[in-house]
């Protein structure tokens, strides 16, 4: 997959080669980072959307934009955006996802079977991806990919964690941002992406494919190994990548800290085996459910109606997806 990233310190070079394809279309989506109601670094600066906002308005004057974010276990998306300053913004809208009308989409994906979305993505003519230049007790690093798991509508989203690499990568699978930018004009490291410590840092990334971009922004900041996007290569493909603007900054000399090796490995460990406990519940109610299925329909009826294969099927599924 072709894929092409700009890195730089200068914020304005760095949206101007980005924003060179961008579509010109009548309704625009733009999804922040809001995980809590703490200002930048932690959440994306409400000035930093107003000029994604008039950039979007020179290549259509009369687009319908839309900020979007939804609620959290710890979060209110419409208290962040009222706290923020969102409510105030010139030239765009907010939607709280949780609060939108949505439609069941079946994706299919590696974990997620029916997916719930909002009818504000669902209409959506052009994504584009805000995030911040964030390290992750969890992921390592909270980039753009991460960032798409705002767009899960559940409030019980940390429910969820056991099986995020493979939701990570079926998000970006379904979604397909645009455009996906990274902010550092101040980063966090440490215990991110809420209790980190900041750090000026001064420099953007942005490319036209979300898992691209945020391979050169783990590589700047010194991240390897990070487990969604090796995932996502694996499953949707290698990147071809094409680099433009300051390269040499990849050559960072003073890496991002992270969460100690022991605390995060402990941490991963428990989700894999909170993960083979949810498989082993899914498991066991596809078999009360088939069972209870056999008890009601003849079985003769069955064995005309419905073949051995289409059976095994439907209880795989049952077994292997989640509904989201």
């Known amino acids: 997959m072709n894929s092409s990233v700009t890195i730089g310190r200068n ?38 959307v107003k000029k994604i906002v008039d950039r979007i308005l020179e290549i259509n004057p009369d687009a319908l934009i839309k900020v979007v974010e939804s609620d959290a276990t710890a979060l209110r998306a419409d208290i962040a955006f009222k706290r923020l300053g969102y409510t105030e913004l010139e030239g765009a809208g907010v939607v709280n996802l949780s609060k ?41 690093v909270s980039l753009g990919t991460k960032n798409l798991f705002g767009m899960i509508t ?3 989203k940390e429910s969820l964690h056991p099986f995020l690499d493979s939701i990570l990568v079926d998000l970006v699978q379904f979604y397909r941002p645009h455009l996906t930018i990274i902010e550092g004009n101040t980063g966090l490291e440490g215990r991110g992406p809420v209790d980190g410590l900041p750090r000026q840092d001064n420099v953007f990334i942005a490319g036209d494919d979300v898992i691209a971009t945020d391979l050169v922004a783990s590589a700047y900041m010194g991240i390897k190994k990070v487990s969604h996007l090796e995932l996502a290569q694996k499953v949707l493909g290698k990147r071809d990548l094409h680099l433009t603007g300051e390269a040499g900054l990849l050559d960072n000399p003073d890496p991002y800290k992270i969460t100690a090796r022991l605390p ?14 949810k498989r082993l519940e899914m498991l066991g109610n596809s ?31 049952r077994t292997t997806k989640i509904d989201i």
């Open 11 to 48: 914020s304005e070079e760095v949206l101007a080669a980005a924003f060179k394809n961008i579509p010109k279309v009548d309704n625009y989506v733009i999804k922040v980072n809001l995980c809590t109601i703490a200002s930048c670094p932690i959440t994306t600066s409400v000035e930093s």
């Open 100 to 140: 939108d009308d949505a439609v069941k989409v079946d994706v299919n994906g590696r974990i997620i079977g029916m997916l719930n979305v909002p009818l504000t993505l669902y209409e959506s003519e052009c994504l584009i991806n805000m995030a911040r230049l964030k390290t992750h007790v969890f992921t390592k």
């Open 154 to 156: 559940r409030k019980d």
């Open 264 to 277: 995060y490995t402990t941490t991963r460990f428990g989700f894999y085996i909170a993960s083979i406990g």
């Open 287 to 317: 078999i009360a459910f088939a069972g209870d299925a056999l008890g009601a329909v003849d079985m003769e009826v069955l064995k005309q109606k419905i073949s051995y294969r289409d059976a095994f099927s439907v209880l795989l599924r």
